[in-house]
């Protein structure tokens, strides 16, 4: 029984240590540590229980107060905080009533504190973690340091230090790669330092930790809580990677893995956005549906289906909300390239503009080659709708290199449809070929669908100099690739805004193309300016 449990073979230990007529405290413990490592979280809560009885009537007050707040820390990670915070509240009680001086079930009630704190005031969460950190060094607890240290690590990310919490991040990593806490303490160490990574968009720090996540988690048999999130975690990097089946697969195998817990609801997103990518819309309005009712914000995933639907409208209002919503740094850096984007195909550039702008300054605070990526791909797109076909060439080239070291071939497949569009703006008709022809082959390889459309659409040829368009539509078309807004055009041809917009929308729905700038593309390419 006992080699069962330190081998690390969960799923016997729990048989085993399940079966025990009256066991004592300790087995009690190792029963709550096992029945949570295979994924029966209630009998977890009625080990952790039955051991912080036992504790009571040998009259041992800290271990008492220990098993309460590991109970109540099991509640809290299932978001059961009423109930949490009642066994938080009988444990201080014990120690304080037991007289116990400064100790490590101190330490380990500080950890609730600073994580109520962390988002809300990340200094005060700061100090709590780095007090819980020292009394684990003081006491010989490894798991409270590396809690501790884990957490100093998240309250300066979220201060805006990254690259000083990435580095206690890194050492808290260390801990577990050398084998120092607990598997419970470890797995929590894993997924936390991971979704750092993919906050701060440091992808090659969240390959690396996904790597070693999947290997710690393979070595142990039966283990449950932790898969899932590797499961979501993988997923995303194969998506960014164009591993599309790979990525479906693994995202739903954490749908089912995670079933009722609260990552299921990151997991359901992740399934919408690798169907909408492909061209599965249904599947993915109902895969983003089931993520906001478990609790997981929609969006921007759900606005870039509206969009690609060719709801440019909808989507627009659906990013101006988020984005009025998003108050915190970390928040608004997940939407600015889809609010850049979205902006474009609504014609609104100022707003477009002022996205991309934050995207920069995001970038130089992060200085990783992802956000660097993402920023000039947005600045390319901006100076490419503003008219400016030149300077976007420029940066949209230097976007496309980014996404080419990052193994990103669907991102870098978009800059070079920006590249095209630039250079059919500048009279570079066989550039523009030459990059809509392998945007559209590396589309076909991934399976989007909706860009290839797209893509083919753009580079197709209309022999007359209008197309079908209207004189009155040329016209407007004219003014439109000399980067005038609808309100600028009203005035100049003496018409209202709202038969401007009218126009516009005709001009694309007859020649094919999605948006302001592939219709200016359109113009110089046919020598229409």
Not at 7 to 14: H, Q, S, V
Not at 344 to 362: F, I
Not at 391 to 419: C, G, S
Request: glycine share 8%; hydrophobic share 45%.
């Amino acid at each position: 029984m006992g080699d069962y449990f330190e081998r690390r073979d969960w799923g016997r230990a729990y048989e085993d240590l399940a079966r025990l007529g009256t066991p004592g405290a300790a087995d009690l413990e190792r029963l709550a540590i096992a029945a949570y490592l295979t994924g029966h979280d209630e009998e977890s809560d009625d080990a952790w229980l039955r051991a912080h009885q036992e504790f009571l009537r040998l009259d041992d007050g800290a271990r008492a107060a220990r098993c309460a707040f590991w109970l109540a820390f099991g509640l809290m990670l299932r978001g059961e905080d009423v109930r949490a915070g009642g066994w938080l509240a009988r444990a201080q009680r014990l120690l304080d009533e037991g007289g116990e001086g400064e100790c490590a079930e101190r330490g380990y009630l500080l950890v609730p504190v600073a994580l109520g704190a962390l988002d809300a005031d990340p200094p005060a969460a700061y100090a709590s973690f780095a007090r819980a950190r020292e009394i684990g060094a003081r006491f010989g607890e490894p798991d409270l340091v590396a809690i501790g240290t884990l957490g100093c690590g998240e309250a300066m990310v979220r201060a805006g230090k990254t690259a000083e919490g990435v580095a206690l991040l890194d050492e808290a990593m260390v801990a577990v790669t050398a084998g120092e806490v607990s598997p419970r303490i470890a797995g929590i160490v894993y997924c936390a330092v991971l979704l750092e990574c993919h906050a701060v968009f440091d992808l090659r720090r969240a390959r690396e930790w996904t790597v070693a996540l999947t290997r710690w988690c393979d070595t142990q048999r039966d283990l449950v809580p932790f898969r899932g999130q590797c499961l979501v975690h993988r997923a995303q990097l194969m998506q960014l990677q164009g591993e599309w089946p790979d990525a479906l697969d693994e995202a739903r195998h954490a749908c089912e893995r995670l079933a009722d817990r609260p990552a299921a609801a990151m997991a359901y997103y992740q399934l919408a956005e690798v169907h909408r990518l492909r061209g599965e819309f249904p599947v993915a309005e109902e895969a983003y549906r089931e993520a906001s009712r478990r609790g997981y914000r929609a969006q921007p995933g759900l606005a870039l289906l509206r969009l690609a639907q060719g709801e440019a409208a909808v989507a627009a209002a659906a990013m101006r909300t988020v984005m009025d919503q998003a108050g915190d740094r970390i928040t608004r850096s997940y939407l600015l390239s889809a609010h850049v984007e979205v902006m474009l195909a609504a014609d609104d550039v100022p707003a477009a503009r002022a996205a991309a702008t934050e995207l920069a300054e995001l970038a130089d605070d992060l200085d990783t080659p992802y956000v660097r990526a993402v920023s000039a791909h947005a600045a390319g797109a901006v100076c490419l709708a503003a008219g400016d076909a030149k300077a976007a060439v420029a940066t949209l080239r230097r976007a496309w290199t980014l996404w080419r070291e990052l193994d990103a071939p669907y991102d870098a497949a978009r800059a070079r449809v920006l590249i095209g569009l630039a250079c059919r703006a500048l009279g570079d008709h066989d550039g523009a070929t030459l990059e809509l022809d392998a945007a559209a082959w590396a589309f076909r390889k991934l399976g989007a669908a909706p860009d290839l459309s797209g893509v083919e659409r753009l580079a197709v040829r209309a022999t007359p100099p209008g197309g079908p368009l209207t004189p009155r539509e040329v016209e407007v078309l004219r003014l439109v690739a000399a980067g005038k807004s609808n309100r600028v055009i009203a005035a100049d041809l003496f018409l209202s805004e709202k038969t401007v917009a009218r126009h516009v929308s005709n001009i694309l729905g007859k020649l094919g193309l999605p948006s302001r700038s592939a219709a200016t593309g359109y113009a110089y390419e046919h020598g229409l300016t």
